[in-house]
């Protein structure tokens, strides 16, 4: 199994900034893409942010130029680096992650628990 544990979500006044992480663990023989998705109440699951093994990233609009995803391979983390942050921005942030367990077997597609994210005065 594996398992995917976010941190760094917290209370922030708007433009402030935030690091969020999720690493890996588990039985992993490789990562493919990995990423961050957000649920704010009454809303549905939306993806935030995402990147490819090989580092291509894909961003939501309403994110673009004040987030930044990133990822180290080594330890199995992803990263979600959230700056100039709105009131909108307030929700339960998720990583997601396609990962293959064994050589040869299909990969297959995990959630974290999720870490609150919360932007107010």
């Known amino acids: 199994q594996v398992q995917l544990v976010e941190s760094g979500g917290g209370l922030v006044q708007p433009g402030g900034s935030l690091r969020l992480s999720c690493a890996a663990s588990g039985r992993i023989f490789s990562i493919n893409a990995m990423g961050w998705y957000r649920q704010a109440p009454g809303n549905q699951r939306e993806l935030v942010a995402r990147?490819?093994?090989?580092?291509?990233?894909n961003y939501a609009d309403s994110v673009k130029g004040r987030f930044t995803i990133s990822r180290d391979n080594a330890k199995n983390t992803v990263y979600l680096q959230m700056n100039n942050l709105k009131p909108e921005d307030t929700a339960v942030y998720y990583c997601?992650?396609?990962?293959?367990?064994?050589?040869?077997?299909?990969?297959?597609?995990?959630w974290g628990q999720g870490t609150q994210v919360t932007v107010s005065s």
């Open positions: 990147i490819t093994g090989g580092g291509a990233t």
């Open positions: 997601n992650a396609d990962v293959r367990s064994v050589r040869g077997f299909p990969e297959r597609n995990y």
